[in-house]
């Protein structure tokens, strides 16, 4: 069963947020956040997490009498409150390293097995105190596994399929923007899928977006910091510089004999594009006292594959969130992050890699500069990346080398 809710649901978060922000009442400056922005939070967590895989997964003729767990773990949740005491929360689990079965029928074949699952769950708040609450949380999770293959024989079978998800926890609210967890967060076991249950133990945090008040938001337009309320860039990258950046950023990075140095923020590809060309643009939502914005954006990006010399176009919208670094009177220097931009690409499949459905995501990060009279130019350094986020069973991914980029705004 292809379940492709996840995709609607992000893209029609994303439109209703950017529409808020113009059938509101215009705030030129945009020092407030839109009623969509003002209801939401989002919430990180960390812990461990849990899935009895065995020997009885396998198919007959295959075992092993070691397995490799890493327990360590991640949910990511975006929220919306509804009312006060109940939110509609949208996310993903995963682990950090996949499940490996060892050393399969003591002939050396070592095969991981890929989890991952999206959902989509209401939450509801029960208050102890002034400060203590707890929750419980029900919803649907798409649960995608990739598993392996020895000689061409599919010893356990990929899955994709829908589940029901239950949770619980704890909260600690150290004031109206920021609140402690302790989660708990369970799917049950599916026999037509041959998939045991997965349940996580988790540590985290809820930071909950405040609208500021009017007196509040005058000061801030009124401020000598640049926000550019639109910005128009043209980008290339070649893969004949490496892909250098992309490695670093996704913990890809070969030093001696570790395979896995750098930083885990970004992701890597099967595929990787030798030519890239983008036209962006992009349109400010809203913008803090200095330090912070948030940016909606469309684009439209042409690579080549650098193994089979594919053509392939892709079109998509996306949020961006830009954090200054670093300002003073000649330029204003800072990093952007986007991620989950819904996409369409031309190609589903390239150079022999299965990528996934033609609907997919964009995610992209950078680091530039603005510069010139009244900040009217600007210069970023930018990687690329498309995926379906494991949505799907086919994700092969794509990897966007460095591109160079020209901007102007207005």
Do not use: C
């Not at 400056?29 to 009623?35: L, V």
């Not at 392996?148 to 399929?161: C, R």
């Not at 299965?354 to 130019?377: C, H, L, N, S, W």
Request: charged share 20%.
């Amino acid at each position: 069963m292809n379940i492709k809710w996840q995709q609607i649901v992000l893209t029609t978060l994303l439109i209703f947020s950017m529409n808020q922000g113009f059938s509101q009442e215009e705030n030129t400056e945009k020092t407030k956040f839109t009623e969509f922005l003002a209801k939401s939070y989002y919430s990180i967590n960390f812990g461990a997490i849990f899935y009895p895989f065995s020997n009885d997964n396998l198919i007959d003729g295959f075992e092993t009498e070691t397995f490799s767990k890493n327990r360590f773990s991640g949910r990511m949740l975006l929220g919306y409150k509804i009312k006060n005491d109940l939110s509609a929360q949208f996310g993903v689990i995963r682990p950090a390293s996949w499940f490996k079965y060892d050393n399969v029928n003591n002939i050396g074949y070592d095969r991981s097995v890929w989890i991952n699952a999206w959902s989509l769950s209401l939450k509801k708040d029960f208050n102890l105190t002034d400060k203590m609450s707890v929750y419980a949380e029900a919803g649907i999770a798409n649960v995608t596994r990739i598993g392996f293959s020895i000689n061409e024989q599919v010893i356990y079978e990929d899955a994709h399929f829908a589940s029901f998800l239950y949770g619980f926890g704890l909260q600690y609210w150290l004031s109206n923007r920021w609140r402690l967890s302790a989660n708990g967060t369970f799917m049950p076991k599916s026999d037509k899928y041959n998939q045991p249950s997965i349940s996580q133990a988790s540590l985290g945090f809820e930071y909950h977006l405040q609208q500021v008040d009017d007196k509040t938001a005058e000061e801030y337009a009124n401020n000598e910091y640049f926000f550019p309320k639109n910005i128009f860039q043209v980008s290339y990258g070649t893969g004949a510089l490496g892909f250098g950046m992309n490695e670093f950023f996704s913990m890809n990075v070969k030093v001696g004999n570790f395979e896995s140095f750098g930083i885990p923020v970004f992701w890597l590809g099967d595929v990787k594009a030798q030519h890239a060309f983008s036209l962006t643009y992009q349109r400010l939502i809203y913008r803090s006292e200095k330090i912070f914005s948030l940016d909606w954006g469309v684009s439209a990006t042409y690579f080549q594959s650098q193994q089979g010399k594919s053509d392939v176009f892709a079109f998509s919208i996306f949020p961006v969130l830009r954090f200054y670094l670093y300002r003073n009177k000649n330029y204003d220097f800072y990093t952007n992050y986007s991620i989950i931009g819904p996409a369409f690409i031309s190609k589903s499949d390239i150079d022999g890699f299965e990528t996934g459905p033609k609907i997919t995501y964009q995610d992209t990060m950078g680091f530039g500069v603005f510069f010139g009279k009244e900040r009217a130019y600007n210069f970023e350094l930018r990687i690329m990346h498309y995926s379906n986020g494991n949505i799907f069973t086919r994700n092969a991914g794509v990897a966007v080398p460095i591109q160079f980029t020209l901007g102007k705004t207005f």
